[in-house]
């Protein structure tokens, strides 16, 4: 059996994005997840000795504590980012036999790839600028094939205020486009967040742009090369979003650089495609 109709699959071609109502199993694959993440925000809570009460776990409450936590120490909160990444039950999932499918219904005659240091759990704190992503194609950002799948899922309901992923329909056609790898009003940026688009505004302009509201369960699905960016969490939570990321080995280009990770694989992405790069 698929996991795409026919029509999905020449949405995705048209779009460059697809998404999947339903796609994991809430009790199988979400819960645990949940549940390893409320555990950890615990112990970071008390590996710091603060006095913040931890409600017990609930799916629409995993990350009781977390706002009192980086409202007390904004640090721990990073290392509760770095240490979710490293729940069995969230690489399970990255690993889902259902992914490698997908890149074989959207990709034919592929051979599939797990990008390294392209999975995790986004924490996207309210109104905060560093680790927002501006417009972006995920293709300079992680490299490894030009053909490659971005996998988003949410752990919380999205609404409008908690800034959904923007999306710049059909964008995946206009091909690699060209960098700035630093962002002089965002100094503080590093890495792949402080790439931004040559001609930002006018690359984006012309598109009509999508904001799903994914919830718990649903996947959404990125073509590497369509542009989009974080939105702006005006909400009272964190949004919390898990990324998976994978190639094809087969693509000519990914062939061409070896497959080569890009910033969160320590390249400097500069030396392996100059001709992207504006400054
Ligand atoms: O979740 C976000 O804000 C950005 C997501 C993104 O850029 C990605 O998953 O590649
Ligand atoms: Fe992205």
Redesign the pocket.
Same mark, same amino acid.
């Given at each position: 059996m698929p996991l795409l109709t026919p029509a999905q699959k020449r949405r995705y071609a048209r779009d460059g994005y697809l998404l999947l109502r339903r796609f994991y199993s809430l009790r199988r694959d979400i819960l645990p997840i949940q549940r390893a993440v409320h555990a950890i925000i615990g112990l970071v809570i008390r590996r710091h000795g603060l006095p913040i009460r931890q409600r017990p776990f609930g799916p629409e409450r995993f990350d009781s504590g977390y706002q009192e936590l980086i409202a007390a120490n904004r640090a721990a909160g990073g290392e509760v980012y770095d240490a979710v990444k490293q729940i069995p039950a969230y690489i399970r999932l990255v690993a889902d036999p259902r992914h490698e499918r997908l890149l074989a219904e959207l990709r034919a005659a592929s051979v599939p790839g797990i990008a390294a240091g392209g999975y995790g759990i $986004?924490i996207?704190n309210p109104r905060e600028e560093r680790y /927002?992503?501006p417009w %972006?194609q995920?293709y300079p950002?992680?490299l490894r094939s030009l053909d490659g799948l971005?996998l988003?899922s949410p752990l919380v309901k999205l609404t409008p205020e908690l800034?959904p992923?923007q999306i710049c329909v059909g964008s995946h056609r206009l091909g690699p486009l060209p960098v700035h790898t630093r962002d002089p009003a965002n100094p503080d940026k590093a890495g792949a967040y402080a790439l931004i688009l040559k001609d930002e505004a006018k690359v984006v302009a012309p598109f009509e742009q999508a904001a799903p509201l994914a919830a718990p369960g649903d996947l959404l699905i990125?073509d590497f090369l369509t542009v %989009?960016? =974080?939105?702006h969490n005006h909400g009272s939570r964190s /949004?919390w =979003?898990m990324?998976m $990321?994978l190639f094809n080995f087969r693509e000519p280009t990914g062939m061409r650089i070896g497959w080569k990770g890009s910033f969160a694989a320590g390249v400097d992405f500069r030396k392996i495609h100059p001709e992207l790069c504006v400054d």
């Open positions: $986004r996207d /927002r992503a %972006h995920e950002a992680q971005v988003w800034g992923v990125l %989009h960016a =974080s939105g /949004r =979003s990324q $990321r």
